[in-house]
């Protein structure tokens, strides 16, 4: 099982694969996603992505203006969240 993401020259996000964990930030967490799909929380909020990075059922992403944000699997606090649940939307990091 292996999540993807892409991110294009326009800094905005894709993600595509494995999914249970809401590790592709797409707001829902179906088992899987067959087509590279726009993380619309960045592009709603007009946000560009610089870089991004996953782990195994989390990721992260770091803007064009140096912020980070990350969402998925939060059972170890790979997300900072203080409750443990997962991190069904991109968060940012503060």
């Known amino acids: 099982k292996s999540s993807n993401l892409c991110l294009d020259k326009n800094g905005v996000v894709f993600g595509f694969g494995f999914n249970a ?10 088992s899987a996603v067959d087509e590279p799909t726009v993380i619309k929380f960045f ?23 140096h912020k980070l944000y990350v969402w998925g699997s939060n059972n170890f606090g790979q997300t900072a969240n203080p409750n443990y ?7 940012q990091i503060e």
Do not use: C, M, W
Not at 53 to 65: C, K, P, Q, S, V
Not at 85 to 91: L, V
């Open 21 to 30: 964990f809401y590790q592709l930030g797409l707001a829902h967490n179906e």
């Open 43 to 65: 592009v709603d909020k007009e946000i560009e992505i610089r870089q991004i990075r996953i782990g195994e059922n989390h990721a992260a992403a770091i803007t064009i203006d």
């Open 85 to 91: 649940s997962d991190t069904e939307i991109p968060s």
